[in-house]
Every structure is written in structure tokens, then in C-alpha cells.
């Protein structure tokens, strides 16, 4: 809502609720869980950043069902392509293209969560897990955006890049950030 189409939700602000619509986006969706986690640590009087840490590595999983979903109901579709192992979506034309779920659920799902397992099975200072995170999905998911067909009301935006890589860029940043902040504090 936030991201994509702001002015039509403030005109019509009960098509928020219609998610049976399309609209969940994994920057806005995640954006929701950052508050709830913030609700949550107040609630339960935890340090934020140790309960993100505790919950990153957790994610991927669920990132690589939704991609396996997506695959499966035929959206978020690819860019056309020759690659041998491009498909054709018939709901979308009759070219081949990316099936770029596939590489989602490859690299957001599996590799990010090999990754973030075998970084958070040592020790770390608070942070250094929820910054690889934000570094590993940003960063997946900005070079998954290079096969995956952009938002047709939107299209490609400024530098030819997708509005999902704008909002990976972001990720990334805070990650570098968050990495570093928690390299010079103990734990």
C-alpha cells in the first residue's frame, strides 16, 4: 500500500482489506513485522535486536514457501528469455520466460537460510545476525529482480531498476549499517 499505490488506497482506503486482491508485499508486509516485534520486546521486556537476531534465521523458510506458492499459482512471473530452462506462464502470453519464484526460492529461501544458520550457530554481537539478514535478503532479492517481470502499472523505474529494487537497496544499507554498529558494541 505504502510502496506501490499510496494515492488509490487514500481514495479508496477499505481496498486495503482486500488482500484476496494481490497487494502483499514482502517490504511492506515486513515493515508490519519490524512493529510487532517492537510491540512484542515492550511486552515482554526483550532487547529488540536479540529478538530479531533470534528471528531472522527463521524467516527464510517461510520466504521459500511463499515462493513456492507463487510458482505454483503462477505469479511474479519472469522477464521473456532463451535460457533453456525458461517456462512459458500461459495465463501471461505464450513466451518463455524466467521462472524467477524458482530463483526467489533458491537464493531468498535456501541459500539466505543456509547462511544465516551457520552464521548464528557461534556466538555474535547483538545485531550482527538481523544486519546479515537485511544484507542477504536485500541483496538476493535485488539480483532476483533482474529476471523478474516489473509491476505492469509501474513498470521500471529511475536507473531502469524495479520498484523492488529500490526497496532492497534500503535493506542493504541498514544491514552494512547494522553489521557494523554491532561489531563495536559487546554483546
Do not use: C
Request: glycine share 10%; no cysteine; aromatic share 16%.
Amino acid at each position: 500500500m505504502l510502496f506501490y499505490k499510496a494515492s488509490y488506497y487514500l481514495a479508496h482506503p477499505l481496498e486495503i482489506f482486500a488482500v484476496w486482491q494481490g497487494g502483499m508485499s514482502f517490504h511492506g508486509g515486513f515493515l508490519g513485522v519490524l512493529v510487532a516485534m517492537v510491540w512484542l520486546a515492550y511486552k515482554k521486556n526483550l532487547r529488540w535486536l536479540q529478538l530479531t537476531d533470534f528471528i531472522a534465521p527463521l524467516v527464510p523458510p517461510g520466504l521459500a514457501f511463499g515462493r513456492i506458492g507463487n510458482f505454483i499459482n503462477g505469479e511474479l512471473w519472469g522477464r521473456p528469455t532463451d535460457m533453456p530452462w525458461a517456462m512459458v506462464f500461459p495465463q501471461v502470453d505464450n513466451l518463455p520466460r524466467h521462472p524467477s519464484q524458482l530463483y526467489e526460492f533458491a537464493l531468498e529461501g535456501l541459500l539466505l537460510f543456509a547462511l544465516l544458520w551457520l552464521y548464528a550457530r557461534k556466538p555474535r554481537p547483538v545485531g550482527a545476525v538481523s544486519g546479515l539478514f537485511l544484507i542477504g535478503y536485500g541483496s538476493f532479492r535485488f539480483l532476483a529482480e533482474f529476471t523478474r517481470e516489473p509491476d505492469d502499472f509501474l513498470g521500471l523505474l529511475s536507473f531502469g531498476m524495479s520498484m523492488g529494487q529500490w526497496l532492497s537497496l534500503p535493506m542493504v544499507l541498514a544491514g552494512v549499517l547494522l553489521m557494523a554498529l554491532s561489531a563495536k558494541r559487546p554483546g
